[in-house]
Structures are given as C-alpha cells and as structure tokens.
C-alpha cells in the first residue's frame, strides 16, 4: 500500500530534550516536507527536500533540523525543543513534476504526530 | 512569497444544502490550486485540484472554480451529507518555471460542519 508514515503518533516531552520524528514514504518520490498545523494558521511548511542530500528552509524553519541521506526517510529533529513547537506535525511527499505537464502536484501526507512540549 | 486567504473559519450547513469556500492569492504566477480535505485525526487529503489554463472543474458533488484576473478560487460541494464534515485547506502551487518552486501555500482551513 502506497502511504507515509511517521513515528511517534504521540510525543510528550520536556523543554530541551532533543527529539526525532521520523518520516518514511515507498512511492519513491523525489519531494518531500515536513509542516506544522496550528488553530488558525493551516498548514506552514517547516522544510522540504527535493532529492536526497538536497534540503531548504521552508517558511518557519527556526528550531529545527532536517535530513535527507534516502530517497524514502525525511526525519525531523527538534535539537532543543521549546514549549512553542507544541502543535501537529505532517510530512508529505510528491513525486517532482514540470510545470506544463497534465499531471498534478498532489502530496501525500502521513496520518500526523501530536507533540506536546512542556 | 505566495499568501492564500480563506473564507469562513467555519461553515455550518444543513444536510442537503451546498457549501462554498473561497480562497485568494497573491502571485499571479502560481499555476495549480489544489483543495485538501482534513477528516478528525487523520492527514489531509487531495480532494479535486485545478490548474491555471481552466476556469472550472467539476467531480461528481465537488467543483472548484478559478478566476486568474481576480486571483481567487472556490470549492463548491453540493447536497451535502454528514460525511463532508471536515477541515478543508485551499492551497496555491508555485509556478516552477517562474522560480516559484514545488511549494505548496496553505490557506487557514475551513471547519465545515454538516447538521442532520
């Protein structure tokens, strides 16, 4: 079955304590991107890869880290997490697609890890 | 950088009726206006999407319209049942040619609530 993963679905920690999301895809898809979702604010793009060893800032990156060493694992580390990063977080990939093609862009986002920092 | 607007916050609507939502953008560059459907616990999902070189695109109960000179687009659901209750996203996607990248902008998300 073509999915996203992420682990944990559920993280409580304290101030500091560095943490992993981790984020697994088996479509093979080039792009990939980790967003954070907050009442009243959708979705913000917390940074995206478009191929392996190849990441970007996104629009609210301060406070994490990403890597992308395969094609399928887009882990999220929060070297010291803060209780503000307290929110929902979503990875999503897409395969890369010209502009001009009849094809979509559509993401595929994993079912979401709840993080509570205190 | 792209900014997308949405409109309501929240929708209440009986069953049977239809429901709008509304978006704007800002880069008149951005070519493909996806709509993603939230379900309670769960990540969101590609709904119906259109790109840029059509007005109006219809699936069964869902359409989506675009206005290029105004820069806004809308979801329409009509007959509505208690399973469309959701959060819906509208998003705007960066033109790759123009240097927008393989963004997607979010807007804030609707609460659509539909009442027996």
């Known amino acids: 079955e073509a999915q996203v993963t992420q682990n944990p679905r559920y993280l409580i920690t304290v101030t500091g304590k560095k943490l992993t999301v981790t984020c697994s895809q088996n479509?093979?898809?080039?792009?990939m991107s980790w967003y954070r979702q907050d009442p009243g604010l959708g979705l913000r793009q917390i940074y995206y890869?478009?191929?392996?060893?190849?990441?970007d800032k996104g629009d609210v990156p301060e406070g994490y880290k990403v890597s992308r060493k395969e094609k399928r694992n887009f882990p999220l580390i929060l070297e010291s997490p803060s209780p503000n990063q307290t929110s929902l977080y979503f990875c999503?990939?897409?395969?890369?697609?010209?502009?001009?093609?009849?094809?979509?862009?559509?993401?595929?986002f994993g079912p979401g890890t709840r993080l509570t920092v205190t | 950088g792209e900014n997308v607007e949405q409109h309501p916050s929240t929708l209440s609507v009986q069953e049977g009726d239809s429901a709008v939502i509304k978006c704007t953008y800002s880069?008149?560059?951005?070519?493909?206006f996806p709509w993603y459907k939230q379900e309670l616990g769960k990540g969101p999902q590609l709904i119906i999407d259109?790109?840029?070189?059509?007005g109006e695109k219809k699936d069964q109960r869902i359409a989506v319209t675009l206005n290029k000179t105004a820069k806004h687009f809308s979801l329409h659901i009509t007959e509505t049942q208690p399973e469309d209750s959701a959060v819906y996203f509208c998003?705007?996607?960066?033109?790759?040619?123009?240097?927008?990248?393989?963004?997607?902008?979010f807007g804030t998300g609707t609460q659509l609530k539909v009442e027996l």
């Open positions: 890869s478009m191929n392996v060893e190849v990441t």
């Open positions: 999503a990939s897409s395969p890369i697609r010209l502009a001009g093609l009849p094809n979509s862009y559509e993401q595929y």
């Open positions: 880069d008149s560059a951005s070519n493909y």
């Open positions: 998003a705007a996607h960066g033109n790759i040619l123009t240097g927008g990248g393989n963004k997607l902008t």
């Open positions: 259109i790109r840029s070189n059509v």
């Open positions: 479509m093979n898809h080039e792009y």
